[in-house]
């Protein structure tokens, strides 16, 4: 059975520390894996990633994926209270995708 | 550019009673689409897919249903909710072509059985 994993399931952390998000996988046919923020509503697509190794940024968010140790970690470094939302991870087999539980990341002022 | 709309936003229905809910895509045409839910501090489970017009696939066994009568309408249906049903159920496209383009997803509909 396809499964996805985060840790931790929730994070608080003051304004200004650095977060590591970690997505494990077990999903057959693997095509990629991508990071999406919810806040209130609907999920946001944050990245995609299909290669090992290659590091995805944008701003102060930046990813990574190891297909060998079948996980990925999502970094957030000098983090805002904007960045308070529940980050979701998925991994892509044909024709879905499978979600982990998702971490809840509250950062305070 | 495409958009994707869910209605109703927020639902309040008693136990037993049916359900309707519609998702519609603009801007493209010959989507795959998707009907998820997500339970209060959950991640999202799929509920079912479409590749075409009448084609659905369910992925768990369940007392909802979908229907696709056009390319790009989509609609999530029960005849009789349960308190289980309740929940935050999100709708999602992603371009057939392509096999590696993410999953677009709409604002979402809130339904609490009562």
């Known amino acids: 059975e396809d499964k996805v994993v985060q840790s931790p399931l929730s994070l608080v952390v003051h304004e200004g520390d650095t977060v590591t998000l970690n997505c494990s996988y077990e999903?057959?046919?693997?095509?990629?894996l991508l990071w999406y923020k919810q806040e209130k509503k609907a999920p946001t697509f944050l990245f995609m990633l299909?290669?090992?190794?290659i590091e995805k940024k944008s701003g102060r968010l930046s990813s990574i994926l190891d297909k060998k140790e079948l996980f990925s970690i999502l970094n957030i470094t000098a983090t805002q209270t904007g960045d308070s939302a529940v980050y979701l991870c998925a991994v892509e087999a044909p024709q879905k995708l499978v979600f982990g539980q998702g971490t809840r990341l509250t950062i305070n002022p | 550019s495409q958009t994707i709309h869910q209605w109703p936003a927020t639902l309040v229905q008693p136990v037993g009673s049916p359900l309707s809910l519609e998702c519609t895509v603009e801007?493209?045409?010959?989507?795959?689409l998707y009907w998820y839910r997500q339970a209060a501090g959950r991640g999202l489970q799929l509920l079912f897919y479409s590749v075409g017009i009448g084609q659905i696939s369910s992925e768990v066994p369940q007392n909802l249903s979908a229907s696709r009568p056009q390319d790009r309408q989509f609609i999530l249906s029960s005849k009789k909710l349960l308190l289980s049903d309740s929940g935050f159920y999100l709708c999602?496209?992603?371009?057939?072509?392509?096999?590696?383009?993410?999953?677009?997803f709409g604002p979402g509909t809130r339904l609490t059985v009562l």
């Open positions: 299909t290669s090992s190794g």
């Open positions: 801007g493209t045409s010959n989507p795959n």
């Open positions: 999903v057959t046919n693997f095509r990629s």
């Open positions: 999602a496209w992603r371009r057939r072509a392509s096999d590696t383009d993410t999953q677009y």
